[in-house]
């Protein structure tokens, strides 16, 4: 049923929420075209490469990798943080057939031979998956010969960064530990 159809054969109220409705889904599909893939983080964001990774000021000694780009917000939201990230767009899940090839590792292995950075922190979620994510990359990243850090506890197991106070992780990020 198209617009002119809605328009001209129901009542004002019911054309009234038609049109609304009309104007959110072509709204949608605005922002669907405009959001890409940072082509180096892989986060999500309307130009490439994102703000963070074309921003001169950042440390690019320091790589913060995260699951998903709602963890990258929440990193920045605690001001703490002033290093590159990478994305891997989720964790290991064997029970869900999520393997490494499923993440944006290779990537990730690509950008470190590139330019190493003195300083892998791995940021994944302290839960299963984020922490099987996160011992997995630490035997992988080791050869690069980067410090390989994982975030420090205070936030709760079982629980997602994006969810997380800017202070517990200002403290994860102070407390950071190397991986052995």
């Known amino acids: 049923m198209n617009v002119l159809v809605l328009t001209t054969t129901f009542p004002p109220e019911v054309r009234s929420a038609a049109l609304l409705m009309w104007e ?36 690019g000694r320091l790589l913060c990798v995260v699951e998903e780009p709602n963890d990258l917000l929440a990193m920045e939201r605690t001001g703490e943080y002033r ?19 499923d993440l944006k590792v290779r990537e990730l292995l690509a950008r470190l031979e590139a330019s190493a950075p003195a ?17 997995y990359l630490a035997k992988l990243l080791r050869p690069f010969g980067a410090r390989i850090t994982r975030i420090a506890r205070g936030l709760p197991v079982g629980g997602d960064l994006e969810y997380a106070d800017q202070v517990t992780l200002s403290k994860a990020l102070e407390g950071r530990r190397e991986i052995s």
């Open 24 to 59: 959110l889904a072509e709204s949608l599909v605005g922002v669907k075209e405009k959001i890409v893939s940072c082509g180096t983080c892989f986060n999500v964001t309307d130009q490439d490469p994102c703000r963070i990774c074309a921003d001169p000021a950042r440390d």
């Open 83 to 101: 290093g590159r990230y990478h994305v891997l767009q989720g964790a290991l899940s064997p029970l869900d057939g999520i393997g490494p090839d």
């Open 119 to 135: 300083e892998v922190i791995l940021a994944t979620n302290p839960n299963v998956e984020g922490e099987a994510t996160a011992l």
